[in-house]
């Protein structure tokens, strides 16, 4: 059972728009930094949003996060076949949760 | 250009202790704005932050995994390590190193490939 909580999976056709939500709690998403990652099959996880919405050097404007309370969403604009593969978001975590806590992850789906 | 590279046996038995070694290279394991961390993936499941470590020895550890959790810092040899005492099949996983750079992204930017540790006698 994650921390913050994913839709397991998403799908969508290509060029469409697709969005994957992240829903946490005060002591997470509430209160601090969202982050989101990319993992394509059998590869280690690439950042992909750091700080709410900000992208890292390299990373195409198809991707965007946003945040609002305690719920954070990574939206993917014109999407590519490449883009198939799983999405994790991640936070600070105040609590006994730990430091650092994931989603359990969502996996995309290109049609 | 910041490597990671993990090292340590792809095989453990129950009960025994999983040990791991980061070896980074293209920068310095004593930079004071970098943390150090190992972050964990089941087979076919989500990530898992197990803890991380500043080069000055501070750490910060997943309660969950906290009891049996050590990770250290070899700054002569610019390496970092993860012990996981009292191993079960449920430690079966791909155990990643990464690095977060405060100054920077603020986040895990850097991983290492990830390798495959099995639990089994």
């Known amino acids: 059972q994650s921390v913050l909580t994913q839709p397991p999976s998403a799908s969508g056709t290509p060029g469409q728009r697709v969005t ?19 993992q394509l099959p059998g590869t280690a996880p690439k950042l992909l949003i750091y700080r709410n919405n900000q992208r890292p050097s390299g990373v195409p404007d198809r991707f965007s ?39 359990g992850g969502t996996k995309l789906t290109v049609l | 250009q910041l490597q990671l590279q993990e090292s340590g046996p792809g095989l453990v038995k129950p009960s025994e ?24 993936q089941p087979p076919g499941k989500g990530l898992e932050w197990i803890g991380s470590i500043y080069y000055s020895g501070s750490t910060y550890y997943n309660p969950s995994l906290k009891s049996r959790v050590t990770i250290s810092v070899d700054t002569s040899k610019n390496q970092f390590s993860l012990k996981l005492s009292s ?28 390798t495959m540790v099995t639990v089994s006698s």
């Open chain 1, 65 to 103: 996060g946003s945040k609002s309370g305690t719920s954070a969403s990574l939206a993917i604009s014109g999407l590519r076949s490449e883009d198939e593969a799983d999405y994790y978001c991640a936070a600070w975590d105040d609590s006994l949760s730990g430091p650092w806590v994931f989603g």
């Open chain 1, 20 to 38: 994957i939500s992240c829903s946490g709690s005060s002591s997470n998403i509430g209160s601090n930094y969202v982050y989101w990652y990319q």
């Open chain 2, 17 to 40: 202790t999983l040990s791991l070694t980061c070896t980074v290279s293209g920068g310095s394991i004593s930079s004071s704005s970098y943390y150090w961390g190992w972050i964990r």
């Open chain 2, 87 to 114: 191993v079960t099949a449920a430690d079966t996983a791909v155990y990643y190193c990464a690095s977060y750079d405060s100054s920077g992204y603020d986040a895990f930017d850097i991983w290492g490939q990830g």
